[in-house]
């Protein structure tokens, strides 16, 4: 299995207090950088025909909550796609606090059928991109996530969206993202360098298996080592995972 790299992000610098503020760091090379992926991003999902895609790690704070709300942000601002963003992560809840909405009532409430889609979208309105919080604390919520109702969910968004993004959780730790695996077009892996143990990330890579991966987003590297990961990465293979 070869790593297609999807993209490099650099770190934001060290004396940004903005955490929680997902779309706009001050730092404007940190938020251009993502009009880079977004270009990266949607050329590899026109290529493989994908629309549904989730966004995953090996473990915790990789940066997937931060590199998805900054891609859908983009995507949807270019007005050539209709773009949803789903925050699938329903043990955490972060995209809503980073996007200052409400958290609930969201896809939890949505899926136990307490709550219908007009009431749990959110709008982004100066970028044009529709979001579903996660709702509610729930326990075991990849129940949920494997449930006939999510699938008939998806299957309906599917009609109405050009691109839905899964801000999901991390993949060791619990089993939520992979119940997902079949659901989804395909997965982009954020890794996050000098922070997540090999093992891990060549683990989750193994999990994901080579036909639903759709990239590995390198987030944490300097712009003068980028050449360094493109061919250390390019010329890396692992054993076939599952398929
Ligand atoms: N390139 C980066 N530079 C600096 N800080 C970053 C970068 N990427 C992520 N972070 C910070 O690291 C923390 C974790 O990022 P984020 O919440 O996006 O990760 P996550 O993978 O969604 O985490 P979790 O699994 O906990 O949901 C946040 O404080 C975020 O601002
Ligand atoms: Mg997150």
């Known amino acids: 299995m070869k790593i297609p790299i999807l993209d490099f992000l650099r770190d934001r610098p060290a004396e940004a207090t903005d955490r929680y503020t997902l779309l706009q760091s001050k730092d404007q090379l940190f938020t251009e950088q993502f009009k880079n992926y977004c270009s990266r991003f949607e050329y590899a999902v026109d290529v493989r025909g994908c629309k549904v895609v989730a966004i995953s790690s090996s473990i915790a704070g990789e940066g997937k909550t931060v590199s998805t709300v900054n891609l859908a942000a983009n995507l949807a601002s270019t007005g050539r796609k209709k773009v949803l963003l789903i925050d699938l992560d329903l043990r955490k809840s972060d995209l809503a606090k980073g996007l200052q909405f409400r958290s609930s009532p969201g896809m939890v409430e949505l899926l136990e059928g307490s709550a219908g889609l007009d009431e749990v979208l959110r709008y982004v309105i100066t970028q044009g991109l529709h979001v579903i919080p996660s709702g509610k604390r729930v326990a075991n919520p990849w129940r949920l996530l494997a449930g006939e109702k999510f699938r008939t969910l998806i299957q309906e968004l599917r009609e109405q969206y050009d691109v ?15 119940v997902l695996r079949d659901l989804v077009d395909g997965i982009v892996l954020v890794h996050r360098l000098g922070f997540t143990p090999h093992n891990l990330f060549r683990q989750a890579l193994e999990d994901i298996g080579e036909k639903k991966l ?28 599952t398929q």
């Open 164 to 178: 839905i993004l899964l801000d999901t959780a991390p993949i060791i730790p619990v089993s939520d993202t992979m």
């Open 214 to 241: 759709l990239g590995v987003l390198l987030n944490g590297v300097e712009p003068e080592s980028e050449r360094y990961y493109q061919r250390y990465y390019g010329k890396y293979y692992i054993k076939q995972g």
